[in-house]
């Protein structure tokens, strides 16, 4: 499910492109996903929920940037690099 989200806004959809109806859509789906993740229960480590948090400010940012009209590819980069970060540390 999150893959399939996260690759509709991982970058920033060509004006042709059928992804570029649905972006704030999916950011605010994006968001709506960490938020449950956050409240099921997830690694013993403190850092784990900070991890969490980070991304779900970062998603509801780049939410709010969409609702604005920009494109926030920044948004898009700090999130890729959240996701990146939290699996290396905590999925095998
Ligand atoms: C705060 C930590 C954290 C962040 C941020 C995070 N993940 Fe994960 N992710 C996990 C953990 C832990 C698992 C393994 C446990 C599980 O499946 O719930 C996982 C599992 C997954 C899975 C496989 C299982 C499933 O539930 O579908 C996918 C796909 C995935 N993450 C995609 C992403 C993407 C894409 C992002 C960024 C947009 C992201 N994750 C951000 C911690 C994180």
Known sequence: MIDLVWDRLKKVPSPGDPDARTQKEDAAHLVDLFRMSSESAGPVDP??????????????????????????????????????????????
Not at 53 to 81: C, N, V, Y
Request: charged residues 35%; hydrophobic residues 35%; aromatic residues 6%.
């Open 47 to 92: 850092a784990y929920p900070k991890k969490m948090q980070e991304a779900i400010d970062l998603a509801t940012k780049l939410e709010s940037q969409l609702q604005d009209g920009q494109d926030a590819p920044e948004f898009r980069a700090a999130l890729r690099t959240s996701c990146r970060t939290c699996h290396r540390a905590f999925r095998d």
